[in-house]
């Protein structure tokens, strides 16, 4: 079983950057691809980013391309979304998820990821 607590978020202004933290418990970690994906109020759940086991690989969706930035620290167990430039349609419920499969591809489909954490509140204001 693998566990995730996400933290990090909160309010910043348009133009400001916040970053995320996912913390994850299990001996496999180094093992697994991690993903970042997000939920906005009325709408599905999104694809953010994804980073590989060793963080070789990343993969980004269109809309964060440039401004976010996916990394991890296997020693620390922990995946990091920095994100900068953030924008109003930024605003969501960010959640890290992790792959069960070993060494796996960065992918960008939320049924590729197992485990959830319970999601941090990114507020984005005009």
């Known amino acids: 079983q693998v566990q995730l607590v996400e933290s990090g978020g909160g309010l910043v202004q348009a133009g400001g950057s916040l970053r995320l933290s996912c913390a994850a418990s299990?001996?496999?970690?180094?093992?697994?691809?991690m993903g970042w994906f997000r939920q906005a109020p009325g709408k599905v759940r999104e694809f953010v980013a994804a980073i590989t086991s060793s963080g070789g690989s990343t993969n980004y969706a269109d809309s964060v391309k440039g401004r976010f930035t996916i990394s991890r620290d296997n020693a620390k167990n922990t995946v990091y979304l920095q994100m900068n430039g953030l924008k109003p349609e930024d605003t969501a419920v960010y959640y890290c998820a992790a792959d069960a499969e070993v060494y796996g591809l960065a992918y960008s489909g939320a049924h590729r990821y197992d485990y959830w954490g319970q999601g941090t509140q990114v507020t984005v204001s005009s």
């Open positions: 299990g001996s496999t970690f180094g093992r697994n691809a």
